[in-house]
């Protein structure tokens, strides 16, 4: 007997995982405090809040204390009390000028650490700065464009920058991946090796006090190693091979209408490339929206990586239909060809960044036009038999 079962099913557990995430995202510990509003957030000096503490809002200032974890969204985040637990901060601007007893995890724009931190502290942004008023009493993890480390770092500095500076003293050595510049200032005192790779030597001032060696590994700007690219080639051949598994002739539904209308799947797809993180930054700011936000992230990220499979899949049915061969040889055929075209090219030096882009907006073009022009047989053709 077989046994059907469309994308409809998909969809049901798809809101089955939203229902529970709501649901979990409501049912906060007993002693834990919420302030979600568009307006400003702040906590004098003098008062104290039980944690885990969420606060979304324009500006959040924290000059009492915060008795566990801070979950912080807003557009400046400033802490310059005491927090007796772990910060997680998503902002554009982060300030810390008093003392986190925990680690502290941010994605900003821009964050200046003038305090102690305690534990470890990872950052995904624009620019960081650790002053020489700034204390890590542990790690800190960086991938930034700019990042100037002035302050103390008991362990190690590792992480990826467009632009470092090192000034502070760090006590357990430097690890640096692609580097575009690396000044090692003349206040920097550097308790281990300094190992990092880029295209350029490191700027070393001569007052600089380093107990290791300095280990530079030549590297030039973008590409990728043969190894890597092989890899990300058998992944993506393996996704496309399951997806086409469980729902026969998806791929080749899915993309059929945006190559009837490309222009249009182009101009949606960037629409939705540029708005979706703006959207879900705004969605963050809701509590009610916060769910929605997590779904919408998640197909955000996943397109990030199915963008490259899905314009190698149309490139493939391009060269297929071009030469009139679609019956000639098997779609997993013309996948290969396109795939292994979209790869190659993405791999080579300064075409990486360009041809990601591009396969995410066409991905994401693809998907929406599939969505509203061809929904119906989508769940008709994309069916799944078990014997």
Request: hydrophobic letters at 50%; aromatic letters at 10%.
């Amino acid at each position: 007997m077989l046994l059907k079962a469309g994308i409809n099913d998909v969809w049901k557990i798809i809101w089955l995982v939203v229902l529970l995430a709501a649901t979990l995202l409501h049912a906060q510990p007993c002693h834990a405090e919420a302030q979600l509003t568009k307006y400003d957030i702040t906590i004098p000096a003098g008062e104290s809040h039980e944690g885990p503490f969420f606060a979304a809002g324009k500006e959040i200032i924290i000059d009492g204390k915060i008795k566990g974890d801070l979950y912080a969204v807003g557009t400046n985040v400033v802490v310059n009390g005491t927090v007796n637990g772990d910060l997680l901060v998503v902002s554009a601007t982060l300030k810390v000028n008093g003392i986190v007893n925990g680690d502290v995890r941010s994605l900003s724009a821009t964050a200046n650490i003038n305090g102690q931190v305690d534990g470890n502290v990872s950052y995904v942004g624009r620019q960081l700065v650790l002053t020489p008023s700034g204390i890590i009493n542990k790690s800190m993890l960086l991938v930034t464009m700019q990042g100037e480390v002035n302050g103390s770092v008991q362990n190690k500095v590792c992480g990826w920058g467009s632009n470092i500076k090192l000034g502070g003293n760090l006590g357990g050595g430097v690890t640096l991946y692609k580097v575009g510049s690396l000044a090692i200032e003349q206040k920097a005192k550097i308790n281990g090796p300094v190992r990092y790779t880029g295209a350029n030597s490191a700027d070393v001032s001569p007052g600089a006090a380093l107990s290791g060696k300095l280990h530079w590994e030549r590297k030039e700007a973008e590409g990728g190693s043969l190894f890597m690219t092989l890899l990300w080639f058998l992944a993506g051949v393996l996704v496309w091979y399951s997806f086409n598994f469980i729902f026969p002739g998806f791929w080749s539904t899915l993309i059929s209408p945006a190559l009837n209308k490309p222009l249009a799947a182009v101009l949606w797809g960037t629409t939705i490339f540029l708005v979706t993180p703006v959207l879900v930054l705004a969605l963050l700011f809701t509590l009610l929206g916060i769910p929605m936000a997590l779904i919408i992230s998640g197909f955000y990220v996943s397109t990030l990586y199915l963008g490259k499979i899905i314009a190698g899949q149309s490139l493939g049915s391009l060269f297929a239909k071009r030469f009139g061969w679609e019956s000639r040889f098997k779609p997993f055929t013309w996948f290969l060809l396109g795939y292994g075209v979209v790869v190659l090219v993405g791999s080579l030096p300064y075409l990486n960044s360009f041809v990601s882009i591009i396969s995410v907006c066409w991905a994401m073009g693809v998907i929406c036009w599939a969505a509203v022009l061809n929904r119906r047989k989508i769940i008709h053709d994309s069916r799944w038999k078990i014997c």
